[in-house]
């Protein structure tokens, strides 16, 4: 009777033993799916929103060179307004998944091109103030951070 009662536990220890590690295991391997997934869709947003960005920065260069009052001028600054609104969406998406160093990058980008567009309505040719580019670098470099994405890998010594 008692090998008995020793064989049954055994076999609960086992069973038991079973059931928790293929739980941790499928939990572990759920938490990685969507950790995947939404690193996916960080990229795609980080992409998404600094193509966007260069889209309304030319929108509002070529409204600033084309002529004041043209035709030309008058579809550059319609691209440039569509784009923004595609933006400041593409921004409210940034803000829900990115982490906040990036986050604050992409804003500083915002404030650069705010002023592009400004400047391109009131059709001042001259240069902007800030520079966009360095603005996106600091972004893209906040946002390799915020993926994981080791900034030397690909660099030569």
């Not at 059931?19 to 799916?33: D, F, L, N, Q, W």
């Not at 070529?62 to 035709?71: K, N, T, Y």
């Not at 500083?108 to 580019?133: D, I, S």
Request: hydrophobic residues 45%; aromatic residues 6%; charged residues 25%.
């Amino acid at each position: 009777m008692i090998a008995q009662i020793v064989t049954l536990a055994g076999v609960l220890i086992g069973a038991l033993t079973s059931y928790v590690s293929v739980t941790m295991g499928e939990r572990a391997k759920h938490r990685r799916t969507m950790a995947t997934r939404w690193d996916d869709r960080k990229l795609s947003t980080y992409i998404e929103y600094a193509a966007c960005v260069k889209e309304v920065a030319d929108a509002s260069k070529f409204a600033r060179m084309a002529d004041a009052g043209s035709e030309a001028h008058h579809e550059f600054n319609t691209a440039m307004e569509e784009g923004e609104r595609r933006r400041s969406a593409l921004f409210e998406a940034l803000v829900m998944l990115a982490a906040p160093p990036a986050v604050a990058a992409a804003h500083e980008v915002n404030v650069v091109l705010w002023e592009m567009e400004r400047q391109a309505r009131e059709h001042r040719p001259l240069p902007v103030t800030g520079n966009l580019h360095e603005r996106l670098n600091t972004y893209h470099e906040r946002a390799r951070a915020d993926l994981g994405i080791d900034q030397n890998a690909w660099r030569t010594p």
